[in-house]
């Protein structure tokens, strides 16, 4: 019989809809009712390509017995960490303090007031590797609540107030300058892998955000080896079985510093940032291999993740069936030399074992390798390798395929809607325009309310019962803005200033600091507030990029203070961990260049206005925002440019023209091309 879980918008939810625990959502009612019962709550907290939470799930959570203790001894609730990050993120935080390590899924044990006690992240079914079994936890937990609680009560009470002092009460060290910046950059250096490419060791993870940062320090300081670290690391990745070569896409991360053998997991927001990485490392170097990833990763994006209502699934599985039926991590993905050559024949098999890394030994497990483009190859058939590749690809589609995550996250679909309409205004891609397009307008319809308010999560075009946190206005906005900028279309100006107007109101606390959680949102024992970055940009940075960039396309002066003001922590951060703040030194090198702000006026239509409005898109000053219409701007009801940057902009001699100003001065306004480069090239 189906638990409470049944009608979860989740699917990592509904995936233990059918688990004999009596799992609870995260609501109210879970905590009155271990009130009621006087036991403690059990928080589960996973999401569903989450591989080690499969496994907690199949050999405790179905297990009869184990779950009838839970539910005779504890309140049992199930969390999907993507859906309710912010308790997600108060919950780790206590992990973390307590065990000095965290992950997924993630145990905790907790009083009916939500306070926890006691931690832990994956037990196994019996005791092995020095850990307990989670039955021992589950009797060990029960037995200090009924014989032990005064002293289960002090440990709550001093976590709680542990956690309270860690506030960040303000951001406010004034905004970032040169010397922060380089020092980050040396501090970059220093952990860069010079062998591998990346930075840090294994498990080493895609660093899309730092290297944005790195892309915009060359653009504006011309520093060589800011450009060397970003275009090495973006290489080493595309060759590496982090890349699938096959069918494009980023899976997690590389669980070794080679990025051999990667977690197979292929996430939305990894391929939306590393989409627009490899394109904006095209737009800064002409590389043909950044221009392929870029592209292979958005058509992944679109052919693997695009769903029915024109939105963005949230991931795929890292486990799916292999060849004998058993449920394994990487199956679709690898390969052996005899699975080549019955797919490729002797000949081919050969070709394409060398070319793609594949040996006898195996570089995964059970003889299967991951397929890698090795360097040294030469010149390769590129005619055979497509070949190659065409009947590859035919014999994996007919492999079972891993679990999609069709849940819509707010957050990770602005994400992607930057990606689609960069990539396709870069590489004259329509289509990828017009599918950011549909997503954005998925958001506004399903996800925004009368209030413009946002939810966080949607599935099948019925939205989720939580509200949206700090990254969902950020990182939509975002979206919205690249989405003007490259459409022309200024109703996306409107909106992204509708989600930062609600950011001022409702998230900024007192010296610019920002909140990850609304002032109006569910009270959870602590107020959650993260300026650094972990797989996606922070809810804090994101934001402030966002009202940056709003302000520089309305002049509005409340967006720009809002947006220094959270930069104070980067200040503080960016030279001690860079790693951790990528999109926050991004951000502060768009503020030190001002960001540029370009008009293109001119006729739709019209061969120069498009060229003009191609060229300021492909300038690489930090952070420039682009607004493109015809002269005055197109006409709203109330009278006013839909674009505040084209008004008083006429055409030249009745010709289209480009206005380029930064830090309030101007340079002449020009009809040529060549001229709007030079305009667009940052010195220092």
């Known amino acids: 019989m189906p638990n409470r879980l049944a009608h979860a918008t989740s699917p990592y939810l509904l995936q233990h809809a059918d688990n004999p625990v009596d799992w609870w959502p995260w609501e109210p009612g879970a905590f009155e009712e271990a009130r009621r019962r006087d036991v403690p709550v059990f928080l589960s907290v996973g999401y569903s390509a989450c591989h080690w939470c499969h496994v907690l799930a199949h050999e405790s959570f179905e297990n009869e017995a184990t779950a009838a203790y839970m539910n005779e001894h504890f309140v049992n609730i199930k969390v999907d960490r993507e859906e309710r990050p912010d308790v997600d993120a ?44 989670f039955r021992q936890v589950l009797e060990g937990v ?59 060791g294994a498990p080493k993870f895609p660093a899309s955000m730092v290297v944005e940062f790195l892309l915009r320090h060359h653009a504006r300081t011309g520093a060589e080896g800011a450009l060397q670290m970003a275009a090495d690391t973006c290489e080493a990745m595309a060759r590496g079985g982090i890349y699938d070569q096959l069918g494009g896409g980023f899976a997690r991360y590389s669980v070794d510093r080679e990025w051999v053998v990667p977690h197979f997991e292929k996430m939305l927001y990894d391929n939306a940032l590393l989409c627009r990485t490899y394109a904006r490392l095209w737009r800064a170097t002409g590389s043909d291999l950044a221009r392929r990833v870029a592209l292979e990763t958005a ?74 483009l090795p360097q040294g190859e030469g010149v390769v058939d590129a005619a055979r390798v497509e070949s190659v590749r065409g009947r590859l690809v035919g014999a994996r589609d007919a492999r079972p395929r891993p679990e999609r995550d069709d849940k819509i996250v707010a957050a990770w679909n602005g994400l992607a809607i930057a990606a689609l309409a960069e990539t396709g205004a870069y590489f004259e891609r329509p289509d990828l325009v017009e599918r950011a397009t549909e ?30 946190v700090l990254e969902d206005y950020g990182d939509v906005a975002e979206g919205f803005l690249a989405l003007a900028g490259v459409t022309g279309e200024g109703v996306w100006l409107d909106f992204a200033g509708f989600l930062l107007d609600t950011v001022l109101d409702q998230f900024v606390g007192e010296g610019g600091a920002l909140y990850d959680t609304a002032h109006d949102a569910e009270p959870l024992i602590r107020r959650p507030q993260d300026p650094t970055d972990n797989a996606t940009p922070s809810g804090w940075t994101s934001a402030a990029g966002a009202l940056l960039s709003c302000a520089a396309h309305t002049g509005s002066e409340a967006h720009r203070t809002a947006a ?60 420039a925002v682009v607004a493109v219409g ?32 930064r830090g309030f001065v101007c340079a002449a306004p020009t009809t040529e091309v060549d001229v709007l480069k030079e305009q667009l090239t940052v010195r220092v």
């Not at 007031?113 to 931690?119: H, I, K, L, S």
């Not at 014989?147 to 001093?158: F, I, K, P």
């Open 564 to 623: 220094e003001g959270a930069l104070g922590v980067v200040k503080a951060l960016g030279p001690r961990a860079p790693r951790f703040i990528g999109w926050g030194l991004a951000v502060a090198e768009a503020l030190l260049d001002g960001p540029h702000e370009v008009a293109v006026v001119g006729p739709r239509g019209d061969a120069a206005t498009a060229e003009l409005h191609r060229t300021a898109l492909l300038g690489t000053a930090p952070g």
């Open 299 to 372: 058509d992944f994006m679109v052919r693997e993740l695009r769903t029915a209502e024109g939105g963005f699934a949230s991931a795929l599985d890292a486990d799916s069936d292999d060849s004998s039926g058993k449920h394994v991590e990487g199956a679709y993905y690898v390969w052996t030399p005899a699975q080549l050559r019955d797919v490729l024949g002797e000949d081919d098999a050969e070709f394409a074992a060398r070319y793609f890394g594949v040996t006898e030994a195996g570089t995964f497990e059970e003889g299967a390798s991951v397929l890698q």
């Open 439 to 468: 997503a954005a307008d998925l958001l506004v319809r399903v996800h925004m309310d009368e209030t413009r308010r946002l939810a966080r999560t949607s599935k099948d075009g019925r939205v989720g019962a939580n509200a949206g």
């Open 630 to 661: 015809e002269p005055e701007g197109d006409q709203q009801a109330d009278g006013e440019a839909e674009f505040p940057l084209l008004a008083g902009r006429p055409l030249v001699n009745g010709r289209a023209a480009a206005y380029v100003c």
């Open 90 to 133: 108060v919950y780790m935080e206590a992990v973390q303090a307590a065990t000095g390590q965290g992950g997924w899924p993630m145990s905790v044990f907790l009083d009916a007031e939500g306070q926890p006690f006691y931690f832990g992240t994956y037990f196994p079914p019996v005791p092995r590797h020095g850990m307990p079994s």
């Open 142 to 200: 029960s037995s200090a609540w009924t014989d032990r609680r005064e002293e289960v009560g002090e440990v709550a009470d001093r976590i709680v107030g542990e956690l309270a002092g860690r506030s960040l009460a303000g951001a406010g060290q004034g905004t970032p300058g040169e010397e922060e910046l380089a020092q980050a950059l040396l501090a970059l250096t220093r952990d860069y892998d010079e062998r591998h490419g990346g930075f840090g």
